[in-house]
């Protein structure tokens, strides 16, 4: 039940709730809140972050996807739960009575969707760390939180954006958490659809995803997103491109096709804008990542040109390539190589 600012959940939690940090129309909302009760003594009085959130029933919970890793995490990586998402407390909505500044969002437009309420650390947006030493430590180690993800606990995150880089501070040490499993896929349990979706925040996606009919979401289209989410990072976002027109604070207003081509010229040409100050030590990163994609597209269209060649010669075994890596240009060994070393 809620009462004017107070939520009441199951197993003894009550929140008071504060400011709403961030939504998405129709499929979630997330506030600040005070713990006023809970079984945990030692949250009582704490910040917290509630999130509501409304996905298909099918979907594996976000609470579960993470409780999963973090199960993994304890037996095979303990250090790796520094990385991942606390969470609190996790329910299902059934009977309970929204916020009305949560119905306003989260509409139920479908039968087949449900309501999920979750509890969870507050951490830092990663933007807050203004020192690059201190920036490149978080964006490395959830470089490989993911990859840890990926290999390990067979999670593909799916949504790699700026808004999902946190950070938070144990025994005064700073740790980068990847934040946010709406979007995740536990191929592992192979319990959910792997079919060709668009998923992700448009600003950051890859750019085989923008096109019409998108391909099947792969890890290295991830990778690719942590490319656009550094160069937002550490680029000067009122900076024009060479042709003068685009700054990346407008790729956000830009529409698929106009994204796609912006940022294919980005890559192909070695167009982004030049660095803040004090970020220029960035500037190996960008450049060799950027080199890995450009090179895993050109193989990319010359295996396409091979395949035209192979159906005009009625070759009917076209040449094998590997989608998943470019042709094995994109891969996490290259992609980590990068950021051995911070010029």
């Not at 579960?64 to 739960?81: G, V």
């Not at 690059?132 to 290999?151: P, T, V």
């Not at 950027?290 to 091979?306: L, M, P, Q, V």
Request: aromatic residues 10%; proline residues 3%.
């Amino acid at each position: 039940m809620c009462t004017g600012s107070d939520l009441e959940l199951t197993d003894g939690w009550t929140l008071a709730l504060g400011e709403i940090i961030s939504s998405r129309l129709g499929r979630a909302v997330v506030f600040r809140a005070i713990v006023t009760s809970c079984p945990r003594s030692e949250l009582n009085g704490q910040n917290v972050v509630v999130k509501w959130s409304s996905a298909t029933a099918d979907r594996i919970s976000e609470a579960d996807i993470i409780a999963s890793a973090r199960r993994l995490a304890e037996e095979d990586c303990p250090e790796m739960l520094l990385h991942l998402p606390e969470i609190y407390h996790s329910q299902r909505c059934d009977g309970l009575v929204l916020p009305c500044r949560c119905q306003e969002v989260l509409h139920q437009d479908s039968e087949d969707r449900i309501l999920r309420v979750m509890i969870q650390k507050v951490l830092k947006p990663i933007r807050k760390l203004e020192h690059s030493d201190m920036l490149a430590q978080a964006f490395k180690a959830i470089f490989e939180c993911y990859r840890w993800l990926y290999e390990a606990a067979k999670i593909m995150h799916r949504d790699i954006s700026i808004g999902n880089f946190m950070f938070h501070e144990v025994d005064g040490k700073m740790y980068g958490v990847l934040n946010d499993f709406d979007h995740a896929l536990d191929f592992g349990k192979k319990t959910e659809s792997t079919s060709k979706q668009r998923t992700g925040t448009k600003l950051y996606m890859a750019i085989d995803l923008l096109v019409p009919d998108p391909p099947q979401h792969l890890y290295r289209h991830d990778l690719e997103s942590f490319l656009y989410v550094l160069v937002c990072l550490a680029c000067e976002t009122e900076h024009p491109f060479r042709d003068g027109k685009t700054t990346l604070r407008r790729w956000a207003e830009l529409g698929m096709t106009d994204l796609y081509y912006r940022k294919y010229t980005a890559i192909t040409r070695d167009d982004f804008p030049s660095l803040k100050d004090g970020f220029t030590r960035f500037n190996w990163w960008i450049f060799e990542m950027k080199e890995i994609f450009r090179t895993g597209f050109n193989a990319c269209s010359d295996h396409a040109s091979n395949v035209r060649r192979a159906k005009m010669r009625n070759i009917t075994e076209p040449p094998a390539f590997d989608h998943e890596t470019l042709g094995g240009e994109v891969t996490f060994d290259k992609f980590a190589a990068t950021m051995d070393t911070f010029k």
